[in-house]
């Protein structure tokens, strides 16, 4: 029998301090849906399965093509994009929409990755530049390291590694593989190697590489495919030999 409806059950809530609640819903199905389409048709008519006008349900998107990572949240207990979830892959229904548990919820599925941002800040994961005027072309990476920099360059702070991290949690300041992997990308590039030392100084201390249980399973869940635990391990020898012959360099 060809399918009518999409079943949904999203954990809601009003607002940052108030208390979740479930409300189911069901949209006419069409062809090729994914979870952002579903969550938008929602929004153009917001009823709920038992026929009661309701409150649209807020989420966030932005590039509907996994890249910004903005649509981030669980589906069915998986971290994962919203915008890449097409329905007539997903086996079990109701599908079930909740918030990443490990960010603030602002509202319904939308919540606030700014301590992802911030945790960038920590680890400079930039290139100093002298201006904004034209440099000219950037300097080459060695072929052997630009294969893996390339696959870690494209973390979109989506936030999934975080949500399946055991060590990122209310109790630990743990800043996490995504941040990490990014002092390895940094620290790997030809003008990016200039703050090298002040980035390992950063993840040395509290909240820093030490934290990291291996548990691995934030390499599971990464959507791009970063090589998170690798580049812990590098980041392990790098820390270590740093803390040994660091000193030296003063
Ligand atoms: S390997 Fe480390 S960073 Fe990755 S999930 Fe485990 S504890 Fe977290
Ligand atoms: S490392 Fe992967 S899972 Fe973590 S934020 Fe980046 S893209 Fe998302
Ligand atoms: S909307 Fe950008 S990753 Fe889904």
Redesign the pocket.
């Known amino acids: 029998m060809a399918r009518e409806f999409v079943h949904l059950k999203v954990r809601r809530q009003d607002n940052p301090n108030s208390q979740p609640y479930w409300e189911e819903f069901k949209i006419p199905y069409k062809p090729n849906m994914n979870v952002v389409s579903v969550l938008m048709e929602l929004r153009k008519n917001p009823v709920n399965a038992q026929g009661k006008k309701t409150s649209p349900v807020v989420w966030e998107c932005n590039c509907l093509e996994e890249v910004c990572g903005a649509c981030t949240m669980l589906i069915n207990g998986q971290p994962r994009q919203a915008c890449s979830a097409l329905i007539d892959k997903i086996e079990q229904e109701p599908i079930v929409l909740e918030p990443l548990t490990k960010f603030p919820v602002i509202r319904d599925l939308m919540v606030d990755r700014q301590v992802m941002f911030d945790n960038l800040k920590k680890v400079k994961a930039w290139v100093e530049i002298d201006g904004t005027q034209n440099l000219g072309p950037g300097p080459r990476f060695p072929e052997k390291i630009r294969r893996w920099a390339y696959e870690i360059s494209r973390c979109m702070t989506c936030g999934c590694?975080m949500e399946?991290?055991?060590?990122?949690n209310a109790k630990s300041s743990?800043i996490?593989?995504a941040a990490?992997a990014q002092v390895r990308l940094f620290n790997a590039h030809p003008n990016g190697q200039m703050n090298k030392e002040e980035r390992l100084q950063a993840i040395m201390g509290k909240g820093g590489i030490t934290d990291?249980?291996?548990?691995?399973?934030?390499?599971q869940v990464c959507p791009k495919k970063i090589p998170?635990?690798t580049s812990?391990a590098d980041l392990n020898k790098e820390t270590t030999l740093y803390g040994i012959f660091g000193w030296l360099k003063r």
Do not use: D, M, R, Y
């Open positions: 590694c399946a991290c055991p060590n990122v743990f996490g593989p990490l990291c249980g291996n548990s691995q399973n934030c390499v998170l635990t812990i």
